[in-house]
């Protein structure tokens, strides 16, 4: 059904990488959701009304929520779309983020509503008349919603959507709450209890803490996270194939929006090489990372020195030293000023962050070893921090 919707309404719906069909996808999705949930609203209310049930008059105004995080999500969708301009340069994907929040949030209002109410249950129970309708509307309300989840959550994976996740995530939300309510019906009916308050309780703890969980998926991307060990490592074994490029450091990764990235890094290539050559390589890199990945890298050129023998081997002393006082320091952008009284070694070292040792203790110990190794060398270190996950679990 899902497939047979993406070919039906979204023009060339394989073509997930464009910024249109992702939001036409969103758009979708959001129209599906509106028109479901209405439905179910309106089945649900009038059951609820004729048998004078308050659980299902709950689980109908639950439904009608859900039909306003569905315009949330088409709406969400539909401003991302919109291009970069002046006050944004980055364009407005970010929106989508939003829009997963205020879900989020939508799902904990409901959460402590139904907590509430199930108090109320608890303390004062209530029954109301059940038959073969009132199972039948149940029964096929969870098979709609059930439907419903399966869709965003296909539809989230296609285009790597949090919104959808969050509003796949509400929909089984609304299974579980709407079994919960046909449970308790059969239970009370089959056993002469009441037990409406205690189950919906437990359902309103859970929808909570999936509520709680779907805000911390969804700001994240907010606050900014490091990217992807995946991402990083294809980034890493791009850049290294290029013919003239013998290290990187220092990469930064930025995400916009799901297809909206920036990053930045540092290349090294050899000193002695021309730098119009060097230059050469640099564009072709960040032109094919833009072609190839739709990422937009700036790439800074490090020329470093290769062949000197003095300076490799201060370049391998001092990073045995960094390996002895922790193996989680690294160091890059070496370079030696020779002077007749003493020589400056300047390079920067790679720290993680949380390093047992502050900044100023870090490069003030590494001074005083390198002038240990020699009285003649003065260590000039700038401590930096790794931004992104280096290939092999490790931090660069």
Not at 74 to 91: C, E, I, M, R, T
Request: include cysteine; charge should be negative.
């Amino acid at each position: 059904m899902t497939n047979l919707l993406c070919r039906l309404f979204i023009r060339d719906y394989q073509d997930t990488a464009n910024a249109a069909v992702r939001e036409a996808y969103g758009k979708l999705a959001g129209a599906v959701g509106i028109v479901t949930n209405l439905l179910l609203f309106a089945v649900k209310i009038t059951v609820g009304l004729l048998f004078h049930s308050i659980a299902i008059m709950a689980d109908a105004v639950n439904n009608l929520s859900d039909s306003a995080s569905s315009i949330i999500t088409l709406v969400g969708f539909k401003l991302s779309g919109k291009p970069a301009d002046a006050k944004h340069p980055y364009g407005h994907e970010r929106i989508e983020y939003i829009s997963g929040l205020l879900i989020s949030f939508v799902v904990l209002i409901l959460g402590f509503q139904l907590a509430q109410s199930s108090f109320e249950k608890i303390l004062k129970p209530e029954g109301g008349e059940s038959g073969a309708a009132v199972v039948l509307v149940l029964a096929a309300s969870i098979g709609l919603k059930l439907w419903q989840g399966l869709f965003y959550r296909k539809m989230g994976r296609i285009i790597a959507s949090p919104t959808l996740a969050a509003a796949a995530s509400d929909s089984r939300n609304d299974v579980i709450s709407t079994s919960v309510v046909l449970a308790g019906m059969v239970i009370s009916w089959a056993f002469s209890v009441n037990l409406d308050g205690y189950l919906g309780l437990a359902v309103a703890l859970f929808i909570l803490v999936s509520g709680v969980k779907m805000v911390f998926d969804t700001a994240n991307p907010l606050l900014g996270m490091a990217p992807q060990e995946e991402l990083v490592e294809q980034i890493y074994e791009k850049i290294m194939s290029y013919p003239g490029v013998i290290g990187m450091h220092d990469l930064t990764v930025h995400n916009y929006g799901p297809s909206r990235c920036f990053a930045s890094v540092h290349c090294e290539v050899p000193a002695s090489q021309d730098i119009l050559v060097s230059h050469d390589i640099i564009d072709n890199i960040e032109r094919d990372f833009l072609a190839e990945m739709n990422i937009h890298l700036v790439i800074h050129l490090d020329p470093v020195v290769t062949g000197d023998e003095r300076t490799d081997r201060l370049r391998e002393q001092v990073g045995a030293l960094l390996k002895g006082l922790s193996p989680e320091l690294s160091v890059h952008d070496f370079r030696v000023v020779f002077g007749t009284t003493h020589s400056n070694l300047i390079f920067d070292v790679v720290a993680p962050f949380g390093f047992r040792m502050s900044d100023a203790a870090l490069a003030q110990e590494i001074k005083d070893r390198v002038h240990a190794l020699d009285p003649r060398l003065e260590a000039v270190p700038t401590i930096d921090h790794s931004y992104v996950p280096a290939p092999g679990g490790g931090k660069r």
